[in-house]
């Protein structure tokens, strides 16, 4: 019995090293409390020059897809040159798979299986929202970040708040906000199959809990 039992724990352990998804995800804690905070200047973000990029895990295999989701309006705030808050609004229907955009048919089937209530639920939460709630200059060379950020994420139907360095740059033109690939738990917003069956916990259990994120957001 004990040696069924190694053989079964290191069946398991060779299984999980074949995924490529990353480990470990930003710190994530309950949502806080907004505050307006003082600004002498806002500049709208631009949808049309930024991006949001998204990669996601099969947990017992390298394989992995990948994609991008629309900002579709934001604001930046700064004052005395440094910035202060914001508040961002992605369109979860724009959602679109790029690895497969040579297999339309299985790039509509995942990307409206990704739409359904198994995942992102877009009919009722057609919209996610960032707000910054804390930004702390923090230079990181290795990284090629200069501050860290913090926000709410709301998604689905929660809320919670994320931390991730970025580069952040402050111009009278206006701002940009670039963070490297950072990793979140999608069971953290309720991205998860609904069944309850056992089929659907199996199948959960086939898709990574970390979602990489890439944003690049210019104001």
């Known amino acids: 019995m004990i040696k069924k039992s190694l053989l079964a724990i290191a069946a398991v352990a060779m299984i999980s090293a074949c995924s490529s998804a990353p480990s470990e995800t930003v710190e994530t804690t309950d949502a806080v409390d907004e505050v307006d905070v003082l600004a002498d200047a806002e500049f709208s973000a631009s949808p049309d020059n930024s991006t949001i990029s ?72 057609p919209e996610a929202r960032f707000t910054i709630t804390r930004v702390e200059a923090s230079a990181n060379d290795e990284k090629g970040t200069s501050h860290i ?25 206006g ?21 309850s069956t056992i089929e659907g916990v199996a199948k959960d259990q086939l898709i990574d809990d970390n979602i990489l994120l890439e944003l690049n957001v210019r104001g």
């Open 54 to 125: 998204w990669v996601g895990f099969k947990t017992y295999s390298d394989g992995k897809h990948n994609g991008t989701i629309n900002l579709k309006d934001g604001s930046f705030k700064v004052e005395n040159g440094e910035l202060v808050g914001g508040t961002f609004t992605i369109d979860m229907n724009s959602i679109v798979c790029l690895d497969l955009a040579d297999n339309e048919e299985y790039q509509a089937k995942l990307v409206g299986h990704l739409k359904s209530d198994d995942f992102f639920a877009v009919e009722e939460y």
């Open 149 to 173: 950020i913090s926000g709410n994420l709301s998604m689905r139907d929660q809320t919670k708040n994320i931390t991730f360095p970025a580069k952040v740059a402050v111009s009278e033109e």
């Open 175 to 195: 701002v940009t906000l670039e963070a490297p690939e950072f990793a979140i738990d999608r069971k953290q917003w309720n991205v998860m199959f609904r069944a």
